[in-house]
């Protein structure tokens, strides 16, 4: 309705009121209504509030989706999927290679033996899930008897694995393991050739700086490994100190 028909209508009514009331025409009154707003205004407004840079996608979106995967045979053998867990702005993304037996039934990554050791490492260096970590997996089902998952099951998971690292936007990645090292960075070598140092991961808009360690696993089956992967966790924690100094003098 215009403004114009607005005040028609207001006298109208004002009129029939007075004869209603008095049998006579009382003074007439004047309104001042505002313009309606343009509808092309409305669409463009509702835009902007669906305008959701992440596309719709969420951290709670991929766990769906991954509790409905049937892209590999991982899924006709899991009791749970193990989708990752921590703080959804993390200062490290930690991803290791797939769930174990205590992870499929828990729903939960890193819990057995080897995430217990996981959880002291990170803490040794004031890391946490519960604070400043998530934690995740290549692939988010359990390979049965434990076995390294295969190419077309890690190719399967790594769609997930790379929408989580981009919604996430961890500060800093640690990899644990042939396995995760290999996959995350489309390597052939080993942890040995491939720990104690940084390197550049591209994705997307984001450079993440990222190093690999041993898999806790590892180090419970070896001592050898326990004095380099003390070395790579140092190195993470001066690396992270540093960055927290350059933010403060910015």
């Known amino acids: 309705m215009t403004v114009e028909e607005k005040q028609k209508l207001a006298g109208f009514l004002d009129l029939a009121g007075d004869f209603l009331i008095t049998g006579y025409m009382g003074e007439q009154k004047e309104y001042n209504f505002d313009e309606p707003p343009d509808p092309a205004e409305n669409i463009t407004l509702?835009?902007?509030?669906?305008?959701?840079?992440?596309?719709?996608d969420s951290i709670e979106k991929i766990a769906a989706e991954i509790k409905n995967c049937h892209n590999c045979i991982l899924a006709n053998t899991r009791k749970n999927i193990v989708p990752g867990e921590g703080v959804l702005d993390p200062l490290v993304m930690v991803i290791g290679e797939g769930p174990g037996a205590d992870e499929d039934t828990q729903g939960r990554p890193f819990v057995g033996r080897a995430g217990q050791l996981l959880d002291k490492m990170l803490a040794s260096i004031n890391l946490s899930r519960a604070s400043n970590c998530f934690i995740a997996n290549v692939v988010k089902c359990?390979?049965?008897?434990?076995?390294d998952p295969h190419p077309d099951e890690r190719e399967a998971c790594s769609h997930f694995?790379?929408?989580?690292?981009?919604?996430?936007?961890p500060k800093f990645i640690l990899l644990v393991g042939n396995v995760a090292a290999q996959c995350v960075l489309n390597a052939r070598e080993p942890v040995g050739k491939l720990r104690g140092k940084f390197v550049d991961y591209k994705i997307g808009d984001m450079t993440i700086?990222?190093?690999?360690?041993y898999h806790p696993s590892a180090l419970l089956r070896s001592e050898d490994y326990k004095r380099p992967a003390w070395e790579d966790l140092k190195l993470l924690r001066a690396r992270i100190e540093n960055s927290d100094r350059l933010t403060e003098n910015n």
């Open 209 to 213: 700086p990222l190093m690999v360690t």
């Open 161 to 169: 694995l790379k929408r989580q690292i981009t919604l996430l936007k």
């Open 142 to 147: 359990r390979p049965p008897n434990n076995r």
């Open 46 to 56: 509702n835009s902007q509030n669906i305008n959701d840079p992440n596309n719709g």
